[in-house]
């Protein structure tokens, strides 16, 4: 019997590349194939990554962020061929470009498509002017049919707001994250000592890509005037990006070169979190994001801003903290209120771990994209049962 095969669509950077890497890597233990398209920046990396894990992949030259008439037919194009060279029943996009052109090749080939939408919640304050042109963008390729996927309720009611797609066409399927390998530390000293820490002394650390997106600099800011005043806690970030140089320069500014470790781009995470007492996440806005959802898993008391799928996440004042996004002050009072007193971190830590299990535990997150996938694929091609998994190389972080 012919394997379900999926045809992808995604940009190569970001959460929305770590999400189509994640979930396909998990379709494929069940015995999804898929051939992903890694478009824009990156993509000759991304498309080597996925080859790793035993998917397919080839990368493919797009403009990201313009209209380039000449380019977008030739994605189109190849899509359209790629869709029948691997005999595609569904095409999954991720990213309005992607979603447009994704769209249109379902459109022509007569295949189903599912638009994974990742920008809605916060697309007026990122793109502003632009704001009303991905609208259009978006709004046109209704007329394509399709088949929306949100990440949170609040996504979807947006989405409806924006009318850009009926109700009974655009569906909530939460992030998933793998609840069995991050979990909290058995040894959380031997953690902080493999990671060249002091075993002895909590941490407070900082994860992602040092991007204008994920604000370090608010999370340098929050620990002007907190380093001083717990000497006994070790403050780290980890990641790497566009604003290393940025990082480097705010912490010699506010004398905490000395004071702030910098742990570089940790290819395991798992390892990282569970070194981390407490988990700060600055971001200006999200759709929902996994290294929070992992730092929850992992049982880290964590502390976020209130942007969009962060508050799906987070419960405040029972699961964690959330507090404004761009306001220093509110991170630094939140972060204080759990190192001031250090009995609210276990009662945060451990209902972030329910919380994720209960809502964020991948095995979730892919029962429902095959219920998705066998309504829309119904005469096609079976789909396998979530619950069938086959061995699969996990490959690299």
């Not at 994001?289 to 799928?309: H, K, Q, R």
């Not at 001031?340 to 997150?365: I, S």
């Not at 119904?378 to 061995?391: D, F, L, M, N, Q």
Request: hydrophobic share 40%.
């Amino acid at each position: 019997m012919r394997q379900l095969s999926l045809l992808a669509l995604t940009k190569s950077t970001g959460g929305i590349a770590l999400y189509n890497k994640l979930l396909l890597t998990e379709l494929r233990r069940i015995g999804v194939h898929s051939h992903t398209l890694c478009l824009s920046e990156n993509s000759e990396s991304y498309a080597a990554d996925l080859a790793r894990r035993g998917l397919g992949a080839e990368p493919v030259e797009m403009a990201r962020y313009s209209i380039d008439l000449g380019g977008d037919a030739r994605v189109l194009r190849r899509v359209i061929t790629a869709s029948r060279e691997h005999e595609a029943d569904v095409i999954v996009c991720h990213g309005s470009k992607s979603g447009f052109i994704g769209r249109a090749a379902g459109r022509i080939t007569g295949r189903p498509v599912v638009y994974r939408q990742a920008s809605m919640p916060f697309q007026r304050r990122v793109q502003g002017a632009k704001a009303p042109f991905y609208w259009a963008l978006d709004f046109a390729a209704r007329g394509f049919g399709g088949h929306v996927v949100t990440l949170t309720e609040y996504a979807r009611q947006e989405t409806l707001k924006a009318k850009l797609m009926p109700p009974d066409r655009v569906s909530v399927i939460r992030t998933g994250v793998d609840v069995e390998r991050f979990r909290p530390a058995t040894d959380r000293a031997a953690a902080r000592r493999a990671l060249g820490l002091d075993p002895d002394r909590p941490v407070v650390g900082w994860m992602g890509r040092m991007e204008p997106q994920k604000a370090p600099l608010d999370y340098i800011e929050a620990l002007r005037g907190l380093v001083a005043r717990y000497p006994q806690v070790q403050f780290v970030m980890a990641g790497e990006g566009r604003l290393e140089g940025e990082v480097t320069q705010a912490l010699a500014a506010a004398g905490l070169s000395d004071k702030v470790r910098m742990l570089g781009w940790q290819s395991d995470p798992v390892a990282a979190l569970q070194a981390f007492d407490i988990y700060v996440l600055s971001s200006h806005w999200e759709g929902l994001p996994i290294t929070l959802l992992e730092a929850m898993a992992s049982g880290c008391c964590c502390i976020s801003t209130d942007v969009d799928g962060c508050s799906d996440a987070l419960e405040d004042g029972v699961s964690g903290r959330l507090v404004a996004a761009g306001d220093a002050a509110a991170l630094a009072g939140a972060l204080e209120g759990v190192l001031h007193d250090p009995g609210l971190r276990d009662p945060y830590a451990a209902a972030g771990r329910h919380r994720a299990v209960t809502l964020f535990d991948k095995e979730t997150m892919v029962a429902k994209w095959v219920e998705l996938l066998s309504t829309l694929t119904a005469g096609r091609a079976p789909v396998p049962s979530a619950g069938t998994a086959e061995p699969a190389s996990e490959g690299g972080q």
